[in-house]
């Protein structure tokens, strides 16, 4: 199958000729990818089961990880939602549109094969120009995983969505890359305090600040428990070479960069470098520029989300070996930034002294 790009400019989404072939494809059943402002989506129509299939077959996604139903609005919500609990309705009322993912009961009208077989449903309202029109144009709630091959690290940009799904999907829609960089912050509201099950965007602080309280999932925080969102207990955004996340003191990592740099140098090793631009300097000069990721400044938190995926990814069209990646401190966006390179890392994660 030949896979179309076609680019479409925020401002002119509503009024589209490709966001409305994009509406008419999902309606017909097919799937197109679309950008929102965490990552590149791939829809289908969250109604159409044999639809959904087609998202799992172009992902090689395994079955159990449900998929997130993406919405223009409340009205979406309560045809898929069996309740809104008043927490979600607070949340609702701060964050959507935006990145946070409310699960809540379902009613039976979703599919199994969305839900992975639960008896709750994920729910987002993307605030990006062009998923609202697509979403719109389709006239159905639009189910969407990242657009990626499982696995590998989530796409932000069209070109990088094209790299993992050319010949899989007939249309690519491209509204360039995107703001936040990182899925989804996925809060459960079906229990009696909010739980964050993947950190993103919308952070612990601010969902306490609306709510009063919100527990995290123990899993993400090195609990020996099943991850309650089905998706997180795979490996997941890892780039092909082996990779090592560097923990401890900002002002410590410049020096302990160039040291391991300079270590793997010696053993024959091609060492990679997503980093700060602080630590980037330090090692500039031992390294060729292509295996050197400067992610943002040391502490700029949104720059660095929205940069650590597309570095990910570029190493895998260089010579890089082994990959050094340099970690943030937990807080705020933090958490969602080291919880996306603890798994790249595969677990591979060492303290400074
Ligand atoms: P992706 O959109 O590829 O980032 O994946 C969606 C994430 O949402 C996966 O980690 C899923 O396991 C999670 N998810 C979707 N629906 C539910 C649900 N009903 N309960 C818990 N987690 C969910
Ligand atoms: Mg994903």
Do not use: W
């Not at 490709?18 to 929102?36: E, M, N, Q, S, Y």
């Not at 309202?125 to 062009?130: D, K, L, N």
């Not at 499982?150 to 703001?179: F, K, N, Y």
């Not at 031992?286 to 940069?307: C, F, K, N, W």
């Amino acid at each position: 199958m030949e896979t179309e790009v076609l680019r479409v400019l925020a401002s002119d989404s509503e009024n589209c000729a490709a966001v409305r072939r994009a509406g008419a494809l999902i309606r017909a059943g097919r799937l197109v990818a679309f950008p929102t402002e965490t990552v590149y989506g791939l829809g289908a129509n969250g109604f159409d089961r044999v639809a959904c299939a087609r998202i799992y077959e172009a992902k090689g996604r395994p079955s159990d990880n449900p998929l997130i139903l993406h919405v223009a609005g409340r009205a979406m919500v309560e045809e898929a939602a069996a309740g809104i609990p008043p927490m979600a309705e607070k949340l609702m009322a701060a964050f959507m549109p935006g990145p946070l993912t409310l699960i809540l009961p379902r009613k039976p009208l979703v599919p199994d094969r969305i839900t992975g077989g639960l008896d709750t449903v994920g729910i987002r309202a993307p605030e990006h120009p062009v998923a609202r029109a697509l979403i719109r144009a389709a006239g159905v709630p639009i189910a969407a995983p990242s657009a990626n091959r499982s696995g590998r690290p989530s796409p932000t940009t069209a070109s990088s969505v094209l790299r993992d799904m050319e010949g899989r999907i007939p249309l690519i829609l491209d509204g360039g890359t995107c703001r936040v960089g990182i899925e989804s912050t996925i809060v459960d509201c079906t229990g009696a305090v909010a739980t964050i099950l993947r950190p993103g965007a919308i952070t612990r602080e601010m969902l306490t600040e609306v709510l009063g309280g919100c527990n995290l999932d123990p899993a993400l925080v090195g609990a020996k428990t099943v991850p309650r969102a089905p998706g997180m207990k795979y490996r997941h955004y890892a780039p092909k070479a082996d990779m090592t996340l560097y923990c401890g003191a900002p002002a410590k990592m410049a020096a302990a960069f160039r040291r391991e740099v300079r270590r793997l140098l010696k053993e024959g090793r091609k060492p990679g470098v997503l980093a700060s631009h602080e630590t980037c300097s330090g090692v500039a000069g031992l390294l060729p520029e292509s295996r050197v990721r400067d992610y943002g400044a040391q502490g700029d938190l949104s720059a660095i989300a929205s940069h650590i995926y597309e570095g990910l990814i570029a190493f895998d069209a260089t010579d890089a070996d082994v990959l050094l990646a340099e970690g943030v401190a937990e807080g705020g966006l933090g958490l969602a930034i080291m919880n996306r390179l603890r798994k790249a890392s595969g677990g591979r994660v060492r303290e400074l002294a």
